[in-house]
């Protein structure tokens, strides 16, 4: 059973860099996309992106200047860094497993729990 | 802003039938992309309900079916259960926006 765990600062002050990894057990992560998605409370899923296990990325055009993925494959880990936060960045970010071919053909067969990061002073 | 409109809220008593409908454009879902369904139980990360329309995971019971039609996908639940309470969001790919995009959301109310 593969399982997703987000790891990271629960604080952020606003203008920084928001840094969170994602662990994979029970499974490589190698061959999938892995995305990154966020929840503000009370309010609607917005995708981040993801990245493939060669390090091919594809992003939300409205994050897309602030944020980076990365992977590394020999922790089975992945990572995502969104650059000059605000309030508006508060949310519930959660990883998530991709299955299907991208642009147009994926859905999220596995998630993590969350993790909330706040973003404040 | 949401391009996947859902209605804010159903409800229904037990054992009855519900639906809940995911209205796109051209772009997404009349553009023919899949549409998948994600059930958010409260404080939980969500968790995938239907696949590819119409198509249930393993260990999801057959009481939700999921359709696709024109510019729509609907969401039915039948014989409805108070474990059913929940949030249910539709996603899908946007060719204009060049990326996955979900659905309002949905709660469903167990009366």
């Known amino acids: 059973q593969v399982q997703l765990q987000e790891s990271g600062p629960g604080l952020v002050k606003p203008s920084e860099t928001l840094s969170l990894t994602c662990t994979v057990s029970?499974?490589?992560?190698?061959?999938?996309?892995w995305s990154w998605i966020r929840q503000p409370a009370g309010k609607g899923l917005e995708w981040i992106g993801r990245?493939?296990?060669?390090?091919?990325?594809n992003y939300n055009p409205s994050l897309k200047s602030r944020v980076t993925m990365s992977v590394d494959t020999s922790k089975n880990q992945f990572s995502l860094k969104l650059s000059s936060v605000t309030a508006a960045d508060t949310a519930v970010y959660y990883c998530?497993?991709?299955?299907?071919?991208?642009?147009?053909?994926?859905?999220?067969?596995?998630w993590g729990q969350g993790t909330l990061v706040t973003v404040s002073s | 802003q949401s391009v996947l409109t859902q209605p804010p809220s159903v409800s229904g008593a037990p054992g009855q039938r519900v639906t809940i409908s995911c209205t796109g454009s051209?772009?997404?879902?009349?553009?023919?992309?899949?549409v998948h369904w994600y059930q958010q139980l409260p404080g939980t990360a969500p968790k995938l309900l239907i696949y590819?329309?119409?198509n249930r995971p393993s260990g999801v019971p057959d009481r939700f079916s999921g359709s696709k039609s024109g510019t729509s996908a609907s969401l039915a639940i039948t014989g409805l259960q108070a474990e059913d309470e929940a949030d249910y969001y539709c996603?899908?790919?946007?060719?204009?926006?060049?990326?996955?995009?979900f659905g309002t959301g949905t709660k469903v109310t167990v009366l």
């Open positions: 998530a497993r991709d299955v299907g071919l991208p642009l147009g053909w994926v859905y999220f067969d596995y």
């Open positions: 029970g499974g490589s992560i190698s061959s999938y996309y």
């Open positions: 990245i493939y296990t060669s390090g091919s990325t």
């Open positions: 051209s772009s997404n879902i009349g553009a023919g992309y899949d």
């Open positions: 590819g329309n119409s």
């Open positions: 996603q899908s790919y946007d060719s204009s926006l060049s990326g996955e995009v």
